[in-house]
């Protein structure tokens, strides 16, 4: 406990053999298979990438490695050396930790306290906070933090918190860091910084396995590869030797096909949703909440508006504005040309708009009720007999969007918390369907989930556009968008900094109207923000 | 793993902690009952265990509220207090005003039962409604609304009694609390009654829907259009109506209303619906569990007496029961998530 370990050192280059390797390794839960005879092996100063679609066993596999769950069959090798991790702790000392998606912080406390917890440097009873701080800094300042030991985890934007993480993780004198999805929730410029600390961690004798669902990245920053499908080994190489279109048929199983295909854009109708100067100022009760500046836009009926920007652009603060969950300051909102104000999301839905939230476990799902109460919850009505819900009435319409969206599920008893990532984000979709909504604004409606699931996803927003509503997307990833979108409208600091036709926008064009500074006009076609 | 097959699993129903998790309480239950049988045979005559149930049944009420508080992640710590200040305006109101509680007997001088029990529920919605105000809109959460009307409700009862009790009511007002339809005591007879609609609120109404909803998720809940704060001061009151029928059912069954009636209530009623298998995260739970969790506790403390345990020793045997049965229902349930 009171062992304070000193900056790290880097580790000895290993030479020649890996520095991990599992083989044979399955694990079986009460009548499922989740790993069959499974293989991974890790060099040393290798970045290397686990793929395979969600349920192909990746996080079983991790939990298997950082002690969280045992293997029933199947040897792991560390340094060359057989070991049995019972703990999460077990595996921690001997130099293996996870990062998980969700992180493991404690948000009251400062970032010096974090990444020694449990570890504290002093004597057996107390704390010095001076080497607590000092040896935080040296830490910190490997991985470009560029905060005060001392302040609070809550007061970091994600992508420091994750940075807490990773010195964490190197306090501990890890040798083997295993990142779960690390760029899930990053933008682009931090995802470009946390690429360079890897390769910086990488340069220091360090090996990563790196979980994730954007291929790009696996090319851009991965030595080599391993692919799991259903619980299975699949295949493992050089990430310079494969490429994009082979790596999805190893996953997949089959060939996806031009994932996304030439479509042309459709006639639209009326303007459904009409926003005007919608604005929101900073005040005193909220001050880290984004501000919002005459932000201006329009969705027309049958037609997918693609709503760009890095994180903290303001995209969710307005699709939450104007859904009522979040209240603004002025600005005016008209649906079908008649103007309207929302004092909360049950007033919006009543005016036929529905949202579906950014982050689909906290903020749309009911993960330990079943699929029944999930799908019909926003739409009650729709199945009730009175005050009393008719589960026949409501057993047709669950059916009716099991087959429509082709969710597999075992029954409407089960509970949401146990499907897949991407099963779960059609219950959600189901769930505003069954309102017949005339706008629907959809939040990043792919985060985390495989790419099979994601296709059909995309298909089901241009399918819904097609019936007439207005779609707003907004998304993160901006091949995403580019798919999806019939017209694009970027934003920048709570402000709308341009418009663009999908058919004239490229990923770089949106980069640069996403990271061009406004020049005060609301409306911008394309690029003509000055750039200072 | 792949979920396809991890729902064939659940479908075929293999599923042996999910069985035990789920009716835990109620093999439990049944366990205690044999063995009480074995040990002490007069535990198993007809007089004895509707006494069980009887004693049950005053819990037994507050706890079916409880349970929709529960349910929503909150709490109520109120209850044993307002219990009694409830339970003393249906007594005043019964003996036709305070200036009367001295007067034994069964003279008519006061307003009958059905003015009682209408008070009694009053002043428990009332309360209710209060506290649900202070914790949806003053934002201070559950547990400290309510260890606040904990204290003020059992001061507002001594106030209001002066200290003294107020006992000797007609006939028709005790027989809600002594009578019998049947072999049947009365108040088993509300128990049941009340569980029953309870019951089919909360697993057959768009309402009992969204109580699960606002539990499992307040966030998620207000963004599929529920009015979450509507919810949680519903419960409540709800829970204020039962504190109400509780008190004038006890006051019935004690033929006296007094000021430290129902202390350290709120311990057993919370205990009942948690060995019943609700959450006290919210979300997750039965009324049935909760009627299993009183009758159980009930069983407990009569098969104890029968066997001349002594009442200290009853207090430390609850205690532990309440954390194993949970401990229990912890493992269980995570013997069966294991993914």
């Known amino acids: ?532 | 793993m792949s979920e396809a097959r991890l729902e064939a699993a659940e479908d075929r129903g293999v599923d042996v902690f999910g069985f035990i998790a789920r009716f835990a309480p109620t093999l439990f239950l049944i366990v205690l009952m044999l063995l009480f049988a074995i040990i002490e045979p007069r535990f198993l005559s007809q007089i004895n265990l509707f006494n069980v149930m009887r004693q049950v049944s005053i819990t037994g009420l507050l706890a079916v509220g409880m349970t929709f508080v529960i349910l929503t992640a909150g709490i109520d710590l109120s209850v044993g207090s307002l219990l009694a200040f409830a339970g003393l305006v249906a007594a005043a109101v019964a003996k036709g005003g305070l200036e009367n509680r001295f007067t034994v007997g069964e003279g008519g001088v006061g307003y009958g039962w059905f003015a009682a029990a209408l008070a009694a529920i009053a002043v428990g919605l009332a309360c209710g409604w209060l506290q649900g105000l202070a914790i949806t809109r003053l934002k201070v959460p559950p547990f400290v609304v309510t260890l606040g009307g904990m204290s003020a409700f059992r001061g507002a009862a001594l106030l209001f009694a002066a200290g003294g009790p107020i006992s000797g009511f007609q006939p028709s007002f005790t027989w809600w609390g002594q009578g019998k339809i049947g072999p049947v005591p009365v108040p088993v007879i509300i128990f049941l009654l009340a569980a029953l609609i309870a019951h089919v609120v909360l697993r057959y109404m768009r309402y009992g829907r969204q109580v699960y909803a606002v539990g499992g998720n307040p966030e998620a809940a207000r963004l599929s259009g529920l009015n979450v704060n509507r919810i949680i001061m519903s419960v409540y009151v709800i829970m204020g109506f039962f504190a109400g029928l509780g008190s004038f059912v006890l006051a019935a069954r004690l033929n006296s209303a007094e000021a430290v009636a129902g202390t350290g209530y709120e311990l057993t009623v919370i205990a009942s619906v948690v060995i019943g298998g609700t959450s006290l995260f919210g979300g997750a739970g039965t009324i049935f569990g909760t009627v299993i969790g009183s009758i159980l506790i009930g069983v407990l403390l009569n098969g104890l007496v029968l066997m001349n345990v002594s009442s200290y020793i009853q207090q430390i045997v609850i205690g532990v029961i309440i954390v194993l049965a949970v401990a229990f229902d912890t493992f269980a349930k995570s013997r069966r998530r294991k993914v």
Request: aromatic share 4%.
């Open chain 1, 1 to 532: 406990m009171a062992n304070a370990p000193a900056a790290v050192s880097p580790a000895p280059a290993m030479s020649g053999g890996p520095i991990l390797k599992m083989t044979g390794v399955s694990k079986r839960f009460p009548g499922v298979l989740a790993l069959e005879n499974v293989h991974l092996e890790v060099g040393p100063s290798e970045i290397h990438a686990l793929l395979g679609e969600n349920g192909a066993g990746k996080s079983t596999l991790l939990k298997v490695l950082s002690g969280a769950q045992s293997a029933d069959a199947g040897e792991i090798d560390l340094f060359g050396k057989p070991v049995a991790f019972a703990t999460p702790y077990d595996a921690q000392r001997a130099g293996i930790v996870t990062i998980y998606q969700e992180f493991t912080l404690a948000p009251d406390m400062t970032i010096a306290e974090n990444v020694f917890i449990g570890r504290e440097p002093g004597s057996r009873l107390f704390v010095s906070w001076r080497r607590l701080a000092e040896e935080t800094k040296v830490i910190a300042e490997r991985i470009g933090l560029k905060r005060d030991p001392m302040t609070q985890v809550r007061d970091l934007s994600v992508a420091e918190q994750q940075l807490v993480e990773i010195a964490r993780a190197l306090s501990m004198r890890s040798r083997l860091i295993i990142m779960d999805e690390p760029t899930a929730a990053l933008s682009e410029t931090e995802v470009a910084n946390l690429v360079r600390i890897v390769r910086a961690l990488k340069a220091e004798g360090l090996s990563i396995i790196f979980v994730t669902h954007r291929l790009d990245e696996v090319f851009r920053l991965c030595d080599r590869y391993t692919v799991l499908r259903d619980g299975h080994y699949v295949a493992s190489g050089q990430v310079a030797e494969t490429n994009v279109e082979a790596v999805i048929r190893m996953m997949v199983g089959r060939d996806v096909g031009a994932l996304y295909g030439e479509r042309p854009i459709p006639e639209h109708g009326k303007v459904a949703l009409e926003v005007e100067g919608l604005t929101r100022r900073r005040n005193a009760r909220d001050p880290n909440a984004i501000e919002l500046v005459d932000v201006s836009l329009k969705a027309h009926h049958g037609e997918i508006l693609g709503l760009a920007g890095l994180v903290g652009a303001g995209r969710t603060e307005t699709a939450r504005a104007i859904f009522g969950a979040d209240p603004f300051d002025h600005g005016t909102i008209r649906v079908d040309g008649k103007a309207v104000r929302f004092s909360s999301p049950r007033d919006a839905m009543s005016h036929g708009i529905g949202l579906v939230p950014e982050d689909r476990k906290k903020q749309a799902l009911f993960l330990s009720l079943a699929i029944r109460t999930n799908m019909t919850i926003a739409a009650q009505a729709e199945v009730s007999r009175g005050w009393f819900i008719d589960e026949s009435k409501e057993d047709v319409l669950i059916d009716e969007f099991r087959k429509l969206l082709s969710i597999r599920m075992a029954s409407p008893e089960q509970a949401a918390g146990q499907l897949s990532g991407g099963n779960q984000q059609k219950i959600v979709l189901a769930r505003w369907l069954a309102l017949r909504p005339k706008i629907l604004i959809v939040d990043e409606p792919t985060r985390g989930i495989d790419i099979g699931s994601k296709v059909e996803v995309h298909n089901l927003l241009i399918d819904m556009a097609k019936s007439g509503i207005a779609v707003i997307v907004i998304s993160s990833e901006l091949p995403e968008i580019l798919a999806v979108s019939d017209r694009i409208v970027t934003m920048r600091e709570g402000r709308v900094t341009g418009e663009i036709a999908r058919t004239k926008a490229t990923q770089e064009i949106l980069m640069a109207m996403m990271t061009a500074h406004e020049s005060g006009v609301a409306h911008v076609s394309g690029l003509s923000g000055d750039i200072s």
